[in-house]
């Protein structure tokens, strides 16, 4: 039997590899590389007449920026090799895009549906409890978020919990993001991951010369695509780039196995259908071709792995056939199958990259929180006092009237999730910008995950020389 490669080592490698294009001194990338805190929690809840120890992680990878951030997840998978390596991840994840966080991850090792809404309330709220404890949680110093296995309710049972103990603490609602929008939550918040692959993915098919070089025309309108999961993310992505982006989703994989449609699939009646039945198979009008990895070997533009990390692996890499791979989840990859998919000359959007969206709108919510006041409150009225000023001197200049529905739009300011979205549009822009830019600028970086690693740790080694430890 092999032995478990490690996820933390894998991402080792990568920034290795990265740091042999950069002059940053060796001990530094050392200092980049390692986890700054590591605290592992046992704790016992009762189910039934009987009591069970629960093993719980929070890892504060870097500390170059405050807070750290990272979301927590509940999953069986998690040990503290993985919940240091997603820690890691954030840190390279926040620097890219220019959140001035450094990266955190923690983690629960519970399936969450063996346990019912009230053991989860009490595993969620003890954990909570530890963290505070240690000093691992707080507005300024570390700021946790939803993850695989968790969500809006789980992040209120952490905030209840922390306010509980930090009454009056006027930053306190800025301990944790992903809240329901009622609890101090930021609208466009649960589904900007998937928004964020959408635009990343949008922006990387709009190069031409890049698309031409892996056989593709540019533009992501009638491109196909294959998604697995249909989780927060993967249901997003799926839902987002074929109602704004024009994409025909061919195939879909969940648990209980894959389909396909090469006339596509209606993902919104796919999500009720799975509602109802329990199960994406038999969804009218789709094949069902296999197991949960069956869909990963469609034929197709782009595949979105949105489950958990290594499920492109030596095993099925080979047989991979997609043009453009946009890696959704952390680490669906294994760093030996990323070669293979270099040389097949398939395009890698890596996960730091490319999942970056919800960190970025969890960053507008924590400046949301901080400034106790919601975006546009103080400008939006003045703006649309201002434009109407505007629009009625051009029809008093022009002698023509601007129609009523056209007054309307040109004069109101942004909502909050217009604004959001904004943001978080320009912000997969400007990241995808710099790492197309630093790759074609650096003819010997084979590939995007290298050129990312190379913008993240430029940024990071340049705050921790700003400080003054290095000179
Ligand atoms: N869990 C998400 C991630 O892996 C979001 C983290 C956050 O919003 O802090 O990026």
Not at 95 to 100: E, G, Q, S, T, W
Not at 193 to 205: A, K, P, Q, S
Not at 345 to 350: A, Q, S
Not at 374 to 391: S, Y
Request: aromatic share 8%; glycine share 10%.
């Amino acid at each position: 039997m092999s032995a478990k490669i490690s996820f933390f080592k894998s991402v080792e490698q990568y920034v290795d590899k990265a740091a042999s294009f950069t002059d940053i001194p060796q001990g530094l990338v050392e200092q980049i590389k390692v986890c700054n805190l590591v605290l592992q929690i046992r704790f016992p809840i009762r189910v039934g007449n009987d009591y069970q120890v629960i093993e719980a992680y929070r890892v504060q990878h870097s500390h170059h920026r405050l807070p750290t951030k990272g979301g927590i997840r509940y999953a069986e998978s998690v040990d503290q090799d993985e919940v240091m390596a997603l820690a890691s991840l954030m840190t390279y994840k926040c620097a890219l895009v220019d959140v001035p966080f450094g990266g955190a991850k923690g983690g629960i090792k519970i399936n969450p549906s063996n346990y019912t809404v009230e053991q989860l309330q009490t595993i969620t709220r003890r954990y909570t409890t530890e963290l505070i404890k240690k000093n691992f949680i707080g507005p300024g110093i570390d700021v946790p978020a939803p993850d695989y296995g968790t969500g809006p309710r789980e992040m209120a049972w952490i905030l209840d919990t922390y306010q509980a103990f930090r009454h009056g603490e006027i930053d306190s609602i800025g301990c944790v993001t992903g809240k329901p929008v009622t609890q101090n939550g930021i609208r466009g918040r649960a589904e900007a991951t998937g928004r964020g692959v959408f635009y990343g993915i949008r922006e990387c098919l709009s190069h031409a010369d890049d698309m031409r070089k892996i056989g593709l025309t540019p533009g992501i309108a009638g491109k196909t695509m294959v998604v697995q999961g249909l989780g927060n993310v993967g249901s997003n992505t799926a839902l987002i780039s074929q109602q704004e982006g024009g994409v025909k989703v061919i195939g879909i994989a969940e648990r209980e196995g894959s389909i396909y449609s090469p006339n596509g699939i209606d993902v919104e009646k796919l999500m009720t259908f799975r509602m109802e039945t329990g199960s994406i198979l038999g969804f009218p009008g789709s094949q069902h071709i296999g197991g949960p990895s069956a869909a990963l070997e469609l034929e197709c533009d782009i595949l979105v792995p949105a489950a958990l990390e290594n499920q492109i692996t030596l095993e099925n890499a080979d047989r991979i056939k997609a043009k453009v791979i946009a890696e959704a989840a952390n680490g669906p990859i294994t760093a030996d199958a990323d070669l293979i998919l270099q040389k097949k000359g398939i395009m890698v959007l890596p996960d730091f990259f490319i999942n970056a969206g919800g960190v970025t709108v969890s960053y507008f919510e924590w400046l949301k929180n901080l400034s106790h006041h919601r975006f546009g409150r103080l400008e939006n009225r003045f703006q649309h006092n201002a434009f109407v000023g505007i629009l009625n001197k051009v029809e008093e200049m022009t002698g023509k009237q601007v129609s009523i529905r056209d007054r309307d739009f040109l004069t109101r300011g942004g909502t909050e999730v217009e604004l959001v979205n904004s943001g978080l549009e320009d912000t997969m822009i400007t990241a995808y910008t710099q790492v197309r830019e630093t790759s074609l600028h650096n003819n010997n970086i084979p590939d995007l995950r290298t050129a990312a690693f190379v913008c993240s740790m430029q940024k990071i080694a340049s705050d921790y020389i700003s400080m003054g430890i290095f000179p």
